[in-house]
């Protein structure tokens, strides 16, 4: 990944150095200061520069890497969002880079996203998609806690799901979450972590008395 350096007496001017040079708003930029001296004499600031835009090239060199090594050939798409991006991935061979219960999938997520914060020093928002499984799984799971849902109104028996990521757990707890009927909690350790759809508990009425 690319990175500019600029040194300047204050943060501010070595960052003015840097917008200039790079003729790009702070907006597109990654900017952290890696040292600085407020001595009398001897001020100094030293900021490290990243584009975003280089920040999304080097995810993608990051996938061709690892799914090369894997074998598989791929293609990529990429949709850029204001606060976020969305990559996803078609390959010759789905199965193998999704995995069992998508724990391929998950950990490619994590490595890249390892490798992003220990470059610009703080969380990349991104999702990374095989051929729109999570976008499938996503309306399946919710399809389920609304299937559910119903079933535990009805019964008043709570039901307890199979085990879930965070991402899956937040999906069902998102969908239910204006439910009137039933509400969820997540329960145990991970990664035996699951939610439990149960029954709201009714409010019951006061009773009044009329005096004569």
Not at 26 to 37: R, V
Not at 45 to 54: G, H, N, R
Not at 134 to 159: F, H, P, S
Not at 173 to 193: A, I, M, W
Request: net charge neutral; proline share 1%.
């Amino acid at each position: 990944m690319k990175k500019y350096t600029y040194q300047a007496k204050t943060f501010e001017e070595a960052k003015n150095q840097a917008l200039v040079d790079l003729m790009e708003q702070e907006s597109n930029l990654y900017i952290k200061e890696i040292e600085s001296s407020t001595k009398l004499f001897n001020k100094k600031s030293v900021i490290e520069v990243i584009k975003k835009d280089d920040v999304i090239e080097h995810i993608k060199e990051l996938i061709k890497g690892i799914t090369t090594d894997m074998g598989l050939t791929i293609n990529m798409e990429v949709k850029k969002r204001e606060d976020s991006l969305n990559i996803t991935i078609y390959a010759d061979n789905n199965a193998i880079l999704i995995g069992k219960n998508a724990k391929t999938l998950n950990a490619l997520t994590t490595i890249i996203k390892q490798s992003v914060y220990k470059d610009i020093g703080e969380s990349y928002k991104f999702v990374l998609d095989v051929s729109d499984y999570k976008e499938k799984r996503e309306w399946n799971l919710e399809k389920m806690a609304k299937q559910i849902a119903r079933e535990v109104a009805k019964t008043g028996v709570e039901a307890k799901l199979d085990p879930m990521n965070s991402y899956e757990r937040r999906i069902i707890h998102e969908t239910l979450s204006q439910n009137k009927k039933v509400y969820t909690e997540s329960v145990g350790e991970e990664p035996n972590r699951c939610v439990v759809i149960k029954l709201k508990e009714v409010p019951k009425k006061e009773e009044t008395t009329e005096e004569n």
